[in-house]
């Protein structure tokens, strides 16, 4: 049982300019303060994606929120899959959209990404929870480079009613049971069924391609190779990418 926590959303700090929420939460994570203060900005010059990318949007129209967790407990080993879970949830109470999870923890909206998480963590003291979540960008607006493609919750959806929808949901779904967060990202896998591919080390040596074949315990993505083996792929180990041709 996951102790009692404070809710997200307080103390509040908002930028209109800042180089990247994440950054300024990691700050105030190491100077103290308390779990559920959140930063958000309207406006990032260095957003931070996950593998060293950077994350753009333009101004007002993406929620940039990086939320503090501290301090952090064994139940957090789930961290990444349970955030895009609260993410999926909160989207779809605010639009006629459902949502779908590519491991580890992006949210797509058929077949195209709505939102991406980014943690950053000292445990066992804390973790920034770093979301960014396309709100009413325009399909033009999107950078021409990205690797797959994006889209937006919606028109006439506020951007603070979408925080306020993603800070309940995590308050929620980072202390749940880690069996109810297995379950749930199952019911949200994007990837089951579908051939991915892999560069990395690790467990894994150099490269492969696989049929991915749902999560384990520990949260790691399970894909089925050509000569019958079952792999296991920690997110921190590998980078992936997905056949679209092969939808099921
Ligand atoms: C990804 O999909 O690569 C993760 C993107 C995470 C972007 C968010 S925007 C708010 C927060 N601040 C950052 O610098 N990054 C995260």
């Known amino acids: 049982m996951v102790e009692a926590r404070s809710p997200f959303g307080a103390p509040r700090r908002h930028y209109r300019l800042v180089d990247s929420t994440n950054e300024r939460a990691r700050e105030l994570a190491a100077t103290g303060a308390p779990g559920g203060t959140i930063v958000t900005a309207d406006e990032q010059i260095s957003g931070r994606g996950r593998r060293g990318r950077h994350w753009s949007a333009p101004a007002g129209k993406a929620l940039l929120v990086s939320a503090i967790l501290s301090p952090l407990c064994a139940e957090d080993a789930l961290l990444p899959l349970a955030v895009p879970l609260a993410v999926c949830e909160a989207v779809e109470s605010l639009a006629p959209i459902r949502c779908r999870i590519k491991w580890p923890n992006d949210v797509w909206s058929d077949e195209r990404k709505v939102a991406g998480v980014l943690i950053e963590a000292q445990p066992p003291d804390w973790a920034v929870i ?34 306020e929808a993603t800070c309940a949901r995590l308050d929620d779904w980072v202390s749940a049971p880690l069996s109810r967060v297995v379950a749930e990202f199952e019911a949200r896998d994007a990837l ?31 894909v089925l190779t050509a000569d019958g083996q079952r792999l296991s792929l920690g997110s921190g180990e590998v980078t992936l990418t997905v056949d679209r041709s092969t939808r099921e």
């Open 130 to 163: 770093g979301i960014g979540l396309n709100v009413s960008i325009e399909p033009d607006e999107f950078p021409d480079d990205l690797r797959h493609p994006a889209t937006s919750v919606g028109h006439g959806v506020a951007t603070e009613r979408v925080l």
């Open 192 to 222: 089951r069924g579908r051939r991915v591919g892999w560069t990395g080390a690790g467990g894994v040596d150099g490269e492969g391609s696989g049929v991915a074949d749902g999560i384990d315990e520990r949260g790691n993505l399970l």
